[in-house]
């Protein structure tokens, strides 16, 4: 008997698991993730690393060096987090303008 369980059921590196086309490995992940949301009941708790983690970009954005007293820094990065969403807005705007204009 082989120790390598059932490793033949798994695809090779670079080839598509069990034949899925790209769209249905889309819509099965689509399906995961909407069962996974449905099954948390504290989506704060869920996404609270993931949003520490961004709100502290600014910070370090803003002082790297983590000298600057708290207050400072904590309105900087919120100046910092302000511009980016800006910025974000602007391109978004802008692709919309340049595809409405191609069709």
Do not use: C
């Not at 598509?16 to 995961?32: D, F, K, M, N, V």
Request: no cysteine; aromatic share 4%.
């Amino acid at each position: 008997m082989s120790d390598r369980g059932n490793t033949h059921d798994m695809p090779d590196e670079g080839q598509r698991p069990s034949g899925l086309t790209p769209e249905q490995r889309r819509r099965r992940a689509r399906i995961a993730a909407h069962v996974s949301w449905a099954n948390t009941t504290d989506r704060t708790a869920r996404t609270a690393a993931g949003t520490k983690a961004f709100l502290d970009r600014f910070e370090r954005q803003v002082d790297p060096d983590g000298t600057l007293p708290i207050e400072l820094r904590s309105a900087m990065a919120q100046h910092a987090r302000t511009a980016y969403m800006l910025q974000l807005a602007e391109r978004s705007a802008a692709a919309r303008k340049r595809r409405t204009s191609k069709g």
